[in-house]
Each structure stands twice: as C-alpha cells, then as structure tokens.
C-alpha cells in the first residue's frame, strides 16, 4: 500500500477550508469499509485522506415535517434503530438484515454508500425509488440534487472537488404508499447482490388503481442502480391484477440490459430481476390492500 497523508479536521468549517484549498488530492473517509478495500487493490491510490468521522453533528434521523432526513455520517445500524423508521419505513430495516454483518452495519455510513455509486451498494435502489435527493456543502454554499442526477456512473457522482454530501432526504410515505426491497446473493447475509430491487407502491385503495410507482434496480442498463421508467409506464395509473403484473414483466423483460461478471451472467440476473420484482410489487400491495396480489 502506497503512503498517504491524513487530515484530522476540527470541525466543519475546518473541513471545508481544507477542502477548498487541496481539492482533488483528497480522498474522505470515515470509517472505510469500501475505501480501504479498493486502496488495497490499488483502485483508489491517496494522496491525503481525510478522516470524516469526529463529525458528529451529521450522524441523525429526524423528522422534519414530511421530510425524513438523513444524515451522511448516520451508520445503517443507526438509521435501523431509529424511532423515525417506523412501519411505513420498514424497508430500511429489511435492507439493514441484509447488509453484511453487524461489524459493517456498525461502520457503515449512508453517505459512504451512496458516495461508491456503484450496483452493489444496497441503499441506492430504495432512495432512487423514494425520490431521494442529497445535501451537498462547501465552503461557497449548498447544492440540493435528486440522487438520480447525483448518481453519474460507476465510481462516478456528482460531486465538486471542494464539496462533502451532509445529507439524504426524502419524503415520509403516507397511509396509501409502501415501499419494498428484495436482493440475492451468492448466501444470505453478508452477501454482495447479484441482483436488487426496490418497488415504491402508491395504491388507491377502493379502485385497486396504481396511483404512483417507481421500480429500481442495482443494474438495469449499466452498472449503477438505475429506474425502470419503461415498466413504471406500463403500471402507472392502471388497475393493478395478477395479469397486469405478468403484462410488466414481459416490458421489464425487454427494458433490462444486464450486463456479464464473475459474479453473475447478464441473463441470470435478468430473469432474477423479473423474479424480485414480481415479489417486491406483490408485498407493496399486501402491505396495502391487505391480501395477496398473486
């Protein structure tokens, strides 16, 4: 491993001065569990680290009228524990089982994985599904994006060489609205996804009518979670039935462009996408209409 500087800030207008005067030297961290990986591959080689972690005051959940807030430093166990994650927002306790051991939910940080931006990170899908959008600060003011803009490509977002992510937020579901994350690996815990999916469901619930609805993958046509818009058409504002549903996976069936790895071949984890989706539609509308779609 090649030798690196590391800068300890005091507080965060002492980050955001440094930052403004090294630019793109600087590599953030708090607590590594993804950097210190691709360091170690030699992906990622330093110039000068910048140690994120004595910056309490952006580890917080609350609730800020309809908008739940999320701070970038707020670890997955946190955020899991967290008296604002109520039923409505139960999805984000089912990905934190999911999300490696509780050694990694202990370390790892929101910011941190929406900042890697690439298919394995398991947040992305559910915040592209809830139009999330990010807090980013610099010494010369704040951007506010939606993640989708945020999220440019593998490894790559953006985000300015003088600037830190501070925050996630989204608003709060209602009554009529549930939200769903489904994800297979090669086991069942601490397993990197060949496939995930996340399915934002608004229901009218006396029609049985598909108000709203947004379906995300990891991969759709690159290698960076993506929404499925095309299958989103096909159910939006229509009455949802078990045939409705076969009639979208045959649309979801064409829009994926999965691409081969090591990991997964491009079909499987077309045919596997098709499979979640259908799963993760189907536990939407039980949490909402109370019975089973299939």
């Known amino acids: ?25 600087v590599q953030l961290i708090t607590n590594g569990s993804d950097l210190i990986n691709r360091i170690r591959k030699r992906e990622a080689p330093p110039k000068i680290i910048v140690d994120l972690s004595g910056l309490s005051e952006f580890n917080y959940v609350r609730k800020d009228g309809e908008t739940i807030r999320i701070g970038a430093l707020t670890t997955i166990a946190d955020l899991a524990s967290s008296p604002v994650i109520d039923l409505r927002h ?3 306790r089912e990905v934190a089982a999911k999300f490696g051991g509780p050694a990694i939910r202990n370390v790892a940080t929101i910011g941190g994985n929406i900042c890697a931006a690439s298919s394995s990170e398991d947040l992305l899908p559910i915040f592209l599904v809830l139009d999330a959008k990010v807090r980013l600060k610099s010494k010369l003011g704040e951007r506010l994006l939606p993640l989708e803009g945020f999220l440019k490509g593998k490894r790559l977002i953006d985000l300015k060489a003088n600037e830190i992510l501070i925050e996630t937020n989204f608003q709060q579901l209602d009554e009529d609205s549930a939200c769903t994350f489904e994800k297979v690996g090669m086991r069942n815990s601490l ?11 608004k229901l009218d619930r006396k029609r049985e009518l598909v108000n709203d609805i947004r379906i995300a993958f990891n991969r759709v046509a690159g290698k960076i979670p993506e929404r499925a818009r095309r299958s989103e058409e096909a159910l939006r504002g229509k ?20 691409s081969s790895d090591f990991r997964a071949s491009g079909e499987y984890r077309s045919e596997v996408a098709c499979v979640l989706f259908k799963r993760a539609l189907s536990r939407s509308y039980e949490r909402l209409a109370g019975r089973n779609l299939v």
Do not use: C, G, N, W
């Open 239 to 258: 009455i949802l039935t078990p045939q409705l549903l076969e009639d979208t996976v045959s649309v979801l069936k064409k829009e994926l462009q999965t």
């Open 90 to 92: 139960v999805v984000f």
């Open 1 to 25: 491993m090649r030798r690196f500087d590391m800068y300890v800030p005091d507080d965060l207008t002492d980050l955001l001065e440094y930052l403004d005067s090294h630019q793109s030297a």
């Open 191 to 201: 397993m990197i996804a060949f496939v995930s999916s996340a399915v934002f469901l």
